[in-house]
């Protein structure tokens, strides 16, 4: 209330309305509101607006899929070059809240408080996950009544009365809506609960958040959790938990994932697991090193560590040694700006104790002072067991031909199968009445570049790629040569499909742009893009990628191998890949751990190791 300034009456005003009452729970809510609203904030002006009037229109169109990429340019531009937080106000919820707003927030939750799904908690766990009028930085409005009027339907029947019941109804409601979880953000506003429960598509923030609100509304108890960084790439991710009535907590994701069943799709990829509270935790390293020198994630007292309580995540006690200086160690995960603290300890007699971090991830010491991370011995993986693994650099060294910088995703895994069958085809008809066929995918090709002979010395004007029956285009780059030629055969490029409406610019232009990256999509099968040369030629050889990630080697960009020493990142030296998908170093140190960086283009890469039959393993 002292922070309140001219508010302190309306926040006065609510204590002082439960005091009255004699209700000493709503009261002890009411303190528990305003208590830790210190921290409590949102964003306001113009660009906040016309970002909140963007976003709503996009969700008033229903569409299969976004090109978020697009749709953030098109904001950035209709926006005067601002993304969103540029000259914005924030405005703190203990300077603007009113009394009858907290009012109506405590009296909505209690109603909710005694549904079936929910008897089993107590005052304090409904504080947590029931109680809450706000879930990020959105500016507060009253959601309560119109969330509940939607979602409140769906659970007053006989076959719910546990809160799994109630969630997984609720959820299946929200999955139902067909959102689409997107992996970019147009801005980096939190969304209004209005817009929420109108959008179509968004971040996994988003649909956690969703579901929060969802759920809170009509009393099943939930809240959001964080990944500051995923063990095994990059970014973090946020979902969502729900409290069982055996007080344990089950992860799931608003919009996707039913309760217990998310996480597992990533249970070897997951360092440490923080719940997002509305109160401030005690044991939070913000509370526990106030005063310290700590990291930016840590500084938040409004994480609780929960990461021993994901049944998902296979976990380890480890002990490290700290010879520097300062009261905390931490414990990091790899990311090509540098390596992110995802946990912590606190350091006696030389060493630091890092209880329930996720096993099957490369981590690094460090600690931290100056405002920066400062490294500490060897990285090392720690194993399913538990032992711990060094990557000490050994005098022993070997030559080796690299081909990636980053592993294959599994979501291309599908691809190569959809693309057998299609052809690649030359003609002297533009329409290709009479076209004669050089080659035809008959097996799943590489994530890489292919080249394939012909034997036709038939000199033609038109070349094409004509896609199989079982994809919608799907290929990345497509390159004609004649016998002596050293460049690819250029020309005026047309073709025959339907554009696509999840990728409406991905016409038949990006088979010949010269971008491995850019991909040739269609509505349709047996689509196919050409070009039209200003003769006939004859053909001898065709090179082409299907549609991929672009972390393959590139013939002239510069890379630098680097290996993990103590404490550092050392080079192996700079060079010009002279091919695509291969670029050779000497001198590799046995039993390493190695991070390929690409100067010249992307932001894909991660560390791996090689191991004793010269297989790389990424991590």
Known sequence: IDMAGNNWEELFGVMQHYRESGDTAKLRAAEFIIGNMKDKHYYEGETVDRYHEFMDSLFAIKQDAYDIGSLAKQFLESNGGKSGMEGVEVRRDVETLRKNEIIDNIEHAFKVWQAPWNKTLDLDEFCEFILPYRTGTEKPEEWRKRYAEEFGRILFKDSVYTSADACMAVNAYLIDKGIKIIPGAISSIDLMPCSLLRMNFGKCNDCARLAVYAMRSVGVPVSMCSIPHWGTKGNGHTFNVLRGEDGRLYDFLGTEAQP????????????????????????????????????????????????????????????????????????????????????????????????????????????????????????????????????????????????????????????????????????????????????????????????????????????????????????????????????????????????????????????????????????????????????????????????????????????????????????????????????????????????????????????????????????
């Not at 923080?274 to 310290?292: D, F, I, N, P, R």
């Not at 199968?417 to 329409?431: H, L, P, T």
């Not at 000199?459 to 029956?469: F, G, I, N």
Request: hydrophobic fraction near 35%; proline fraction near 5%; charged fraction near 20%.
């Open 260 to 619: 217990g069943h998310h996480l597992e799709m990533f249970h070897d990829s997951v360092p440490k697991v923080y719940m997002m509270t509305y109160g401030k935790q005690k044991a939070s390293l913000a509370v526990v090193g106030k005063g310290e020198d700590i990291p930016r994630f840590f500084k938040n007292p409004y994480l609780m560590d929960i990461t021993e309580k994901m049944e998902a995540i296979n976990t380890a006690n480890v002990t490290i040694p700290f010879t520097a200086s300062g009261r905390f160690g931490y414990l990091c995960v790899f990311d090509i700006n540098g390596w992110v603290p995802v946990a912590w300890g606190e350091v006696k007699n030389g060493s630091a104790v890092f209880n329930n971090v996720g096993t099957g991830v490369v981590y690094q010491a460090a600690t931290f002072a100056d405002d920066k991370l400062q490294c500490h011995g060897f990285p090392f993986l720690v194993e399913s067991n538990g032992f711990i693994r060094y990557f000490k650099p050994q005098k022993n060294t070997f030559a080796y031909i690299l081909e990636r910088k980053n592993p294959e995703s599994n979501s291309w895994e599908g691809v190569p199968k959809q693309v057998i069958g299609g052809v690649f085809q030359g003609a002297n008809q533009k329409d290709f009445r009479d076209a004669i066929t050089y080659y035809k995918i008959e097996n799943e090709p590489p994530l890489k570049y292919v080249t394939v002979k012909t034997d036709s010395g038939h000199p033609v004007k038109y070349l094409r790629y004509l896609s199989s029956a079982n994809t919608y285009g799907n290929m990345g780059e497509v390159e004609f040569y004649t016998q002596n030629g050293a460049f690819p055969l250029q020309g005026k490029v047309y073709g025959n499909f339907r554009p696509s409406k999840y990728f409406p610019t991905n016409g038949a232009e990006k088979l010949f742009d010269g971008d491995p990256l850019t991909f040739f999509h269609t509505s349709d099968s047996l689509c196919w893009g050409a070009i039209e040369l200003e003769r006939p030629v004859s053909i001898s050889r065709i090179r082409f990628i299907i549609r991929n990630d672009d972390n393959g080697i590139r013939k002239g960009h510069e890379y630098v191998l680097f290996y993990a020493s103590d404490s550092c990142w050392k080079s192996l030296g700079r060079k010009t890949a002279v091919a695509d998908d291969e670029i050779r170093y000497e001198n590799l140190p046995k039993n390493a751990l190695f991070w390929l960086r690409d100067y010249t283009k992307g932001h894909e890469e991660r560390i791996f190791e090689i191991n004793s039959p010269g297989t790389v393993v990424w991590h």
